[in-house]
């Protein structure tokens, strides 16, 4: 896969996961520290374009689950700032957002870390 694919894939499950989300999600805020996080990551046992979409789709799932799961309801908040990363993206629909960072951080094979923040209700 390319990261823009990737890029792609998460906005498109953002779209699937948007009417399991619209009555949990109260809004959106900037982002703080006090911010809490849903975190995924995913070895990519070689380099990203290695892996097909059908590892990656779990992932994303397993997240937006996750977020879904949230008890009495969350506000979004708006992505922390970018990690640095040699490929970092945001898909984004309405209110929601995903942060994609693709890197090796000291490992031989590339990581793709998934990440969402949200004030608990």
Not at 8 to 25: N, S
Not at 34 to 57: D, F, M, P, T, W
Not at 102 to 120: K, M, N
Request: charged content about 25%; aromatic content about 10%; proline content about 6%.
């Amino acid at each position: 896969m390319t990261f823009p694919e990737v890029l792609a894939m998460g906005k498109a499950h953002l779209e699937k996961y948007a009417p399991l989300l619209e009555d949990r999600v109260k809004g959106k805020r900037p982002f703080s520290q006090s911010a809490a996080a849903i975190r995924k990551r995913y070895n990519c046992g070689g380099s990203l374009a290695s892996v097909c979409g059908k590892e990656i789709e779990p992932i994303i799932d397993a997240l937006l689950e996750e977020l879904a799961g949230v008890e009495g309801g969350l506000v979004i908040s708006e992505p922390e700032p970018l990690l640095g990363a040699h490929q970092e993206g945001i898909a984004t629909h309405g209110d929601l957002y995903l942060s994609f960072a693709c890197g090796y951080a000291g490992e031989e094979t590339e990581l793709l870390w998934v990440r969402c923040w949200y004030y608990p209700g």
